[in-house]
């Protein structure tokens, strides 16, 4: 490293330190001070109520409710994408027809599957409300009737709701870790699955005892990302649930819970309070999925 | 065993148009309804539009305000990813390659905004945006847009600036050249494949913000709104105002375009957006 003049580097970066200080690294200090406050807007100055918030977060029943939301997110956001997009990346890698050559046309359903990515939540979400509609103009009740099955209230059943966002939120993520996987067994020497072959080995197992295992590291921070995609879910619930996070709290999340919270009831403290917590359920995750997928990295 | 694997292969491609299809159903079937008139939306959704009418494009355009919300999304999103990427890459370089008291620290700061959710600053950030009078303004959504994008930018390019030959830069100001222009003049043209990426990144992840602007760009500002807000409020309001082509003339067009730089662009995009999780 070099040493360079002061006035070069304070130039350099002055701008983006200062920009940096007053949005994201400002607010978030005050959030934390706002959380012990029962502050209401700008008229009433805000009091100091220390834990408070946090002892009225554990009576209350729609905080219980959002944070359950985020546990099932957590589990089966992950657990079906990855399936979905290790299987899919192991056909486009490993499942041509060819000697353990990739498939015919691989770039051409990468860069479909990879395509919801791109678009935004909030569009995905106003899109998902048409194919979702209850009665039978929707596309998938439409789908359904031809096979006989009569409309489903995939967004009104309390019971479905939370599912059919959850399928929407895989439909957008798949792409992305397929096209991530395939590079990461693009980069595993062809030798290894092809010897493989000449001994026998089926494409199943060879699937886990091959290219799993050598593909372990990117399944990790893959999982992880999704892991904290799961305490998000703020804008496809906004935009797609009924209600905002309907039917009757079906489908809330807590970065909502927090939104109307604060702009709506205008329970500024309150709403941090919630944020705090957010925070501590983000980090706790985080250093947990650290701590358990920690494995030995196979080098090759 | 020939044709063992004729079938495998067989299979493979089954099971990825299954997938194509139920990611480019829904896009198409958008695309098709907005030429249809209210009584063929619901009627069988499966069946095609009685003929091409453009009208529903057209009130989507001026009435919606789709083209304002459009233009409105194109001005932030440039300017933020413009700033976001002048910042960021001078930060990051500064911080990469020059020794000085409060480097760690300063860098340590940068990175530690990727930890925290956003949904924490979210109650303190409004106020601060409005106490600054740049409430219900593109300014200060912009402004917001640079200081969150900055965490990944200076991670991401701090890393690239690392991998780059010092020597260069070293013969340019042997010969005089000053710290300013040997960053602008050499090592941004150097570093351009790690800027690519994360210019795409940047435009995709602000293009599709959501929460930011509706907090910051109130529903008494809707001429400022961007795309995305102005989308999600058109499908509450379809309801009542029933003007179904409308809106699904309003999503194609919002669509259409991210999907041809989309296909243009896609080993770049694909590249520049996993870039992240590859690091």
Redesign the interface.
Known sequence: ??????R??I???A???A??L???????G??FY?AMTNWRGLSASPTWVGFDNFTRLLDDQVFWTAVGHHLILLLALPLITLT?AL??AF??NV????RTGG???STF???????????????V???????YRP?????L???LS?VGVDPVGWLTEPDLALWAIVAVMV?QA???YV??FS?GMAAIPKELHESAELDGCG?VRMFFLITLPLLWD?VQ??WV?LGIAA??G??IV??LSVDRGGPDGATTV??LE??RT??SFSK?GY??AM??A??FL??TF?ALALRVTRRERVEF | MRRERSVLSGLSHGALVIWSITVILPILWTFLSSFKTNTEIFGDPLALPGAIRFDSWGRAWETAHVGQYLLNSVLVVGLGTAGTMLLGSMAAYVLSRFRFRGNRLIYLMFISGMVFPVFLALVPLFFVVKNLGLLDTHTGLILVYIAYSLPFTIFFLAAFFRTLPTSVAEAAMMDGCSETRTFFQIMVPMAKPGLVSITIFNVIGQWNQYLLPIVLLSGGVEDKWVITQGIANISTSAGYQADWPGLFAALSMTIIPVVVVYVVFQRQIQAGLTAGAIK
């Not at chain 1, 359903?109 to 569009?123: D, G, I, S, T």
């Not at chain 1, 979400?125 to 194919?131: D, E, S, Y």
């Not at chain 1, 009665?135 to 596309?139: H, I, Q, T």
């Open positions: 490293m070099a040493r360079g003049r002061p070069f580097i130039g350099f970066l701008a983006p330190v920009l940096y007053v949005f994201v690294i400002g607010p978030y005050q959030a706002i979905l299987f899919f056909l486009l499942g041509g027809g060819g498939i015919r046309g359903y990468k860069v479909v599957l990879f395509l919801p990515q791109v678009l935004a939540v909030a569009v979400g106003v899109l998902f409300q048409a194919v009665d039978g103009s929707g596309v009740n439409g789908l031809v439909w798949v792409g992305f096209v991530l590079a494409r990117t921070v893959a990302y305490f998000d703020f804008a906004a935009v807590l970065p927090i939104w604060a702009f500024f709403a941090s944020g705090v957010l925070f983000t980090i985080a």
